[in-house]
């Protein structure tokens, strides 16, 4: 059983930083995509940045440069740094687990959600 649970919200200014984490109590841990999605306000859950078991990382356009997705396999914790906040970053975040790799962008891919953690950045 995956459970994942989310820290490391808050409010921040803008140009601030954030690391979130998501650790899961599983056992199976290290062989799942990990995700990370982000619903702001009034929109739909967006991709932010998935990692594979491997370590191979991909993200959304905008926030490559500014967002570093990793993982801790020894913990069973991936971790999303976020930097150069800008107030459209605002959004409830997700972690994610996929046991099967598929589209890692999509939402629907993935098996196992944590509860979200929210991060909101003033101006």
């Known amino acids: 059983q995956v459970q994942l649970v989310e820290s490391g919200g808050g409010l921040v200014q803008a140009g601030g930083s954030l690391r979130l984490s998501c650790a899961d109590s599983?056992?199976?841990?290290?062989?799942?995509?990990m995700g990370w999605f982000r619903q702001a306000p009034g929109k739909e859950r967006a991709f932010v940045a998935a990692i594979t078991p491997s370590g191979y990382t991909t993200y959304a356009d905008s926030v490559k440069g500014r967002f570093t997705i990793s993982r801790d396999n020894a913990n069973n914790t991936v971790y999303l740094q976020i930097s150069s906040l800008e107030p459209d970053d605002t959004a409830v975040y997700y972690c994610a687990a996929d046991r099967v790799s598929g589209n890692v962008r999509r939402d629907y891919e993935y098996d196992y959600w944590g509860q979200g953690t929210q991060v909101t950045v003033s101006s």
């Open positions: 599983g056992r199976t841990f290290s062989s799942y995509i």
